[in-house]
């Protein structure tokens, strides 16, 4: 017997302590195993119920009598209960364990919170009872049957009615009530002192009714019993009074607003001025795109205080209490500002995203926890129709018309259906992700056509660079672009390569000309005449990803030069990818595009790459977006223009029969704007040039940091040095991996 009381006492301690250790390595796979089903099970009451159990086994194992005494094992067993029970009541979420969980879902509906107390207190009480006096004995109470079966009846009706009165008053089953909440009907009674009448209900017409319930019922209302009658007396006075002021409520308390202050603050900061047309350029008229239906949409309040009203009984089944202060509604979603109870914890509203998508039957749902500045949640919730966003409606608005700048491009319209413009040379450069299917094309589309709306091709030059040969060919041919619509991607390399010379050249005659930017330069040239401005150039690339795979290095090289210095110059990137994974949104290349644009991505993680936050993987597509604008620090989300494919063809119709476009052929040549093709004499070398040739051919070394330390000379310098030795012949152009062979 001593072997067996040291064996489980052994046991006991090995499980209690898998227990707290559970997840390091002391305790291997098996405890680690037993410490996960206990906590799993019993929620933080795991870390004592081998303590509390194991006092009553080892009584069983020392004193023979206690097997025999169903008192003890019942004592103990109702003890063990009413602490699962306990912690259940008082804890929330897994910390309850499954156990006690299940024991509280079950109870709850039918008897009510305070139901839930009382059936706690009674089990402890009859545990203590029975662990205390082993010979408790029912005989002691002189009960005659009936008056036992009137006492246990009367007790079952007063929590029958307790469960209703409770479930009346707040309506949904699964919500928590406050303390003071379960008080007030007390305090109530206490105060007014009602005089005690009976109340007979009326019987429900479509609630099919059995004998038994009915004689029920009968009894209940014909009982002389003060405390039922008062009891149903306060259930119907607060009834009536509780519905009249949640309907009050619900209308006074919300506010509907038609335009959201922080949009608004970021759109007075965009230039205003008077935009200059072109003198021997016709622009596009706004006749080539379809105009939008003439619609008079309004607020519906009503539906608007029925979707309040789900969404709080939804957040009330999980157990989240609060109330909605704000609404607003737009295009594709309507937001509901949400605030929450003071004890009700952010996170907890956040791991509810995807049940509250399926408890309210919505595609997907976005939670914006906190809106920055504010104490409020936001909960983005689609529409049940969606409005189709038209491209003429942002171009035909005094925002956009009035926009000084001439890189403007229209985003498309807010969560409110306002307006939603920025201008490219504030941001300086763009990053666009977004699965297939999530609006990106649609979106690039839209900023493309606002340039060619505001800008003829003396002004603009475009660089499309389209690798997968689909979404830029339609704009073949028109005058504004300053080479083909670049597909291959070798020639994207050089042609990114080539438009860093192109930036270094322009700082060069800015300085000459001692000017700070491309506006200076141009105001200084047109005023003396002494040389042709600079046009603006927009590089637009649609897939990233398929770049990095041909040339990795050298189009991050190229990318982070063109990001970091090529603002002042007029020269911009729009780069776009659909997996913007680390290994083609590198770090240095989101170092140095601080402008974010997600459409709909495929994971959380995506959005955390391309964002540094989540909620990209929560869109609906079709457009639908999220936008860090320049200056500000939260997301603002944007739902893009649409445009029809034949729109697009009739305005590059009309640009191309005004003028051919003047190619430069020269983008696409490995080197082929820093040196000309020729003679040794033609090119400007370097004079480290002759050095740094020996270094190659004698060390076979070709990478441009293994010159740099060799030279002891900055990057930048070893990387022209490097291109000198290609274009000279010494150097093969790179393979897909980036490295050069030495010719």
Same mark, same amino acid.
Do not use: C
């Given at each position: 017997?001593?072997?067996?009381?040291?064996?489980?006492?052994?046991?006991?301690?090995?499980?209690?302590?898998?227990?707290?250790?559970?997840?390091?390595?002391?305790?291997?796979?098996?405890?680690?195993?037993?410490?996960?089903?206990?906590?799993?099970?019993?929620?933080?009451?795991?870390?004592?119920?081998?303590?509390?159990?194991?006092?009553?086994?080892?009584?069983?194992?020392?004193?023979?009598?206690?097997?025999?005494?169903?008192?003890?094992?019942?004592?103990?067993?109702?003890?063990?209960?009413?602490?699962?029970?306990?912690?259940?009541?008082?804890?929330?979420?897994?910390?309850?364990?499954?156990?006690?969980?299940?024991?509280?879902?079950?109870?709850?509906?039918?008897?009510?919170?305070?139901?839930?107390?009382?059936?706690?207190?009674?089990?402890?009480?009859?545990?203590?009872?029975?662990?205390?006096?082993?010979?408790?004995?029912?005989?002691?109470?002189?009960?005659?049957?009936?008056?036992?079966?009137?006492?246990?009846?009367?007790?079952?009706?007063?929590?029958?009615?307790?469960?209703?009165?409770?479930?009346?008053?707040?309506?949904?089953?699964?919500?928590?009530?406050?303390?003071?909440?379960?008080?007030?009907?007390?305090?109530?009674?206490?105060?007014?002192?009602?005089?005690?009448?009976? =109340?007979?209900?009326?019987?429900?017409?479509?609630?099919?009714?059995?004998?038994?319930?009915?004689?029920?019922?009968?009894?209940?209302?014909?009982?002389?019993?003060?405390?039922?009658?008062?009891?149903?007396?306060?259930?119907?006075?607060?009834?009536?009074?509780?519905?009249?002021?949640?309907?009050?409520?619900?209308?006074?308390?919300?506010?509907?607003?038609?335009?959201?202050?922080?949009? %608004?603050?970021?759109?007075?900061?965009?230039?205003?001025?008077?935009?200059?047309?072109?003198?021997?350029?016709?622009?596009?008229?706004?006749?080539?795109?379809?105009?939008?239906?003439?619609?008079?949409?309004?607020?519906?309040?009503?539906?608007?205080?029925?979707?309040?009203?789900?969404?709080?009984?939804?957040?009330?089944?999980?157990? =989240?209490?609060?109330?909605?202060?704000?609404?607003?509604?737009?295009?594709?979603?309507?937001?509901?500002?949400?605030?929450?109870?003071?004890?009700?914890?952010?996170?907890?509203?956040?791991?509810?995203?995807?049940?509250?998508?399926?408890?309210?039957?919505?595609?997907?749902?976005?939670?914006?926890?906190?809106?920055?500045?504010?104490?409020? =949640?936001?909960?983005?919730?689609?529409?049940?129709?969606?409005?189709?966003?038209?491209?003429?409606?942002?171009?035909?608005?005094?925002?956009?018309?009035?926009?000084?700048?001439?890189?403007?491009?229209?985003?498309?319209?807010?969560?409110?259906?306002?307006?939603?413009?920025?201008?490219?040379?504030?941001?300086?450069?763009?990053?666009?992700?977004?699965?297939?299917? %999530?609006?990106?094309? =649609?979106?690039?589309?839209?900023?493309?056509?606002?340039?060619?709306?505001?800008?003829?091709?003396?002004?603009?030059?475009?660089?499309?660079?389209?690798?997968?040969?689909?979404?830029?060919?339609?704009?073949?041919?028109?005058?504004?672009?300053?080479?083909?619509?670049?597909?291959?991607?070798?020639?994207?390399?050089?042609?990114?390569?080539?438009?860093?010379?192109?930036?270094?050249?322009?700082?060069?005659?800015?300085?000459?000309?001692?000017?700070?930017?491309?506006?200076?330069?141009?105001?200084?040239?047109?005023?003396?005449?002494?040389?042709?401005?600079?046009?603006?150039?927009?590089?637009?690339?649609?897939?990233?990803?398929?770049?990095?795979?041909?040339?990795?290095?050298?189009?991050?090289?190229?990318?982070?030069?063109?990001?970091?210095?090529?603002?002042? %110059?007029?020269?911009?990137?729009?780069?776009?990818?659909?997996?913007?994974?680390?290994?083609?949104?590198?770090?240095?290349?989101?170092?140095?595009?601080?402008?974010?644009?997600?459409?709909?991505?495929?994971?959380?993680?995506?959005?955390?790459?391309?964002?540094?936050?989540?909620?990209?993987?929560?869109?609906?597509?079709?457009?639908?977006?999220?936008?860090?604008?320049?200056?500000?620090?939260?997301?603002?989300?944007?739902?893009?223009?649409?445009?029809?494919?034949?729109?697009?063809?009739?305005?590059?119709?009309?640009?191309?029969?005004?003028?051919?476009?003047?190619?430069?052929?020269?983008?696409?040549?490995?080197?082929?704007? %820093?040196?000309?093709?020729?003679?040794?004499?033609?090119?400007?070398?370097?004079?480290?040039?002759?050095?740094?040739?020996?270094?190659?051919?004698?060390?076979?070394?070709?990478?441009?940091?293994?010159?740099?330390?060799?030279?002891?000379?900055?990057?930048?310098?070893?990387?022209?040095?490097?291109?000198?030795?290609?274009?000279?012949?010494?150097?093969?152009?790179?393979?897909?991996?980036?490295?050069?062979?030495?010719?």
């Amino acid at each position: 017997m001593k072997i067996t009381i040291i064996i489980t006492a052994i046991l006991f301690i090995y499980a209690a302590f898998s227990t707290i250790f559970h997840e390091t390595a002391l305790v291997g796979d098996i405890g680690k195993t037993i410490g996960d089903t206990n906590l799993y099970l019993f929620g933080y009451l795991a870390y004592i119920n081998f303590f509390v159990l194991f006092y009553p086994l080892f009584k069983l194992y020392s004193d023979p009598r206690v097997r025999k005494n169903i008192d003890f094992y019942l004592g103990w067993i109702l003890f063990f209960i009413s602490l699962i029970l306990f912690s259940a009541l008082v804890l929330e979420g897994q910390d309850r364990g499954f156990i006690g969980t299940q024991i509280v879902e079950f109870l709850y509906p039918l008897i009510g919170k305070a139901g839930l107390w009382l059936f706690w207190l009674m089990i402890m009480a009859l545990s203590l009872v029975f662990i205390i006096d082993d010979e408790f004995d029912f005989s002691r109470f002189k009960m005659k049957r009936s008056e036992v079966s009137f006492s246990f009846a009367w007790i079952g009706s007063m929590f029958s009615i307790l469960g209703r009165v409770l479930k009346k008053i707040f309506k949904n089953p699964f919500a928590s009530p406050s303390l003071e909440d379960e008080m007030m009907p007390v305090m109530d009674v206490a105060e007014e002192k009602p005089k005690r009448t009976r =109340v007979k209900r009326q019987p429900d017409t479509k609630k099919v009714v059995t004998k038994t319930e009915s004689e029920t019922v009968h009894a209940l209302d014909e009982s002389d019993d003060p405390v039922l009658n008062e009891i149903l007396e306060l259930e119907h006075e607060m009834e009536t009074s509780l519905s009249t002021e949640k309907t009050a409520a619900g209308k006074s308390h919300v506010e509907i607003i038609n335009e959201l202050e922080e949009n %608004s603050k970021l759109m007075e900061q965009i230039d205003k001025g008077k935009v200059v047309k072109p003198k021997n350029f016709k622009l596009p008229k706004l006749d080539f795109l379809q105009k939008a239906p003439k619609t008079t949409k309004k607020v519906n309040e009503a539906e608007i205080d029925r979707k309040i009203e789900e969404l709080l009984a939804k957040l009330q089944q999980f157990n =989240v209490d609060g109330d909605v202060v704000r609404t607003y509604s737009g295009p594709l979603v309507t937001t509901f500002e949400f605030k929450p109870a003071p004890n009700v914890k952010v996170s907890k509203i956040l791991n509810l995203q995807d049940d509250l998508a399926m408890a309210l039957s919505a595609e997907t749902i976005r939670i914006q926890a906190p809106i920055p500045g504010r104490d409020v =949640v936001g909960i983005e919730i689609p529409n049940e129709t969606v409005d189709t966003i038209y491209l003429r409606e942002i171009l035909e608005s005094d925002l956009f018309k009035n926009s000084s700048s001439p890189l403007t491009v229209a985003l498309g319209k807010d969560i409110v259906g306002k307006p939603f413009i920025t201008d490219i040379k504030k941001l300086p450069h763009l990053l666009i992700a977004g699965t297939t299917g %999530s609006g990106k094309s =649609v979106g690039i589309n839209a900023m493309i056509l606002s340039l060619l709306y505001r800008n003829d091709p003396d002004q603009l030059k475009l660089m499309l660079i389209d690798p997968k040969m689909l979404e830029f060919s339609i704009y073949n041919d028109i005058p504004h672009l300053i080479t083909p619509v670049i597909t291959e991607p070798k020639k994207a390399i050089a042609a990114l390569a080539n438009m860093v010379t192109e930036m270094e050249r322009r700082y060069k005659l800015m300085a000459e000309n001692r000017t700070k930017n491309i506006d200076n330069y141009n105001e200084k040239v047109k005023a003396d005449g002494s040389a042709e401005p600079f046009p603006f150039i927009v590089i637009v690339i649609d897939e990233l990803a398929d770049l990095m795979m041909n040339g990795g290095k050298e189009v991050e090289y190229s990318i982070a030069r063109l990001a970091q210095m090529a603002r002042a %110059s007029g020269i911009h990137l729009i780069v776009a990818t659909q997996r913007p994974s680390v290994d083609v949104v590198t770090g240095l290349i989101k170092a140095n595009l601080p402008s974010r644009l997600s459409y709909r991505v495929g994971q959380r993680i995506d959005s955390k790459v391309i964002l540094d936050a989540m909620g990209a993987e929560s869109l609906l597509g079709r457009g639908d977006g999220l936008f860090t604008p320049p200056g500000a620090t939260g997301l603002v989300r944007l739902h893009a223009p649409w445009n029809k494919e034949e729109e697009i063809e009739e305005i590059v119709e009309f640009l191309k029969a005004q003028r051919e476009p003047e190619y430069d052929e020269s983008y696409l040549v490995a080197g082929g704007v %820093s040196v000309s093709e020729g003679e040794e004499g033609d090119i400007d070398l370097d004079p480290l040039y002759e050095e740094a040739k020996s270094v190659v051919l004698t060390d076979k070394k070709t990478s441009i940091s293994y010159l740099q330390r060799k030279l002891q000379i900055g990057y930048n310098r070893s990387a022209n040095i490097i291109e000198q030795l290609e274009a000279m012949g010494v150097l093969s152009a790179p393979n897909a991996k980036g490295n050069r062979e030495i010719v």
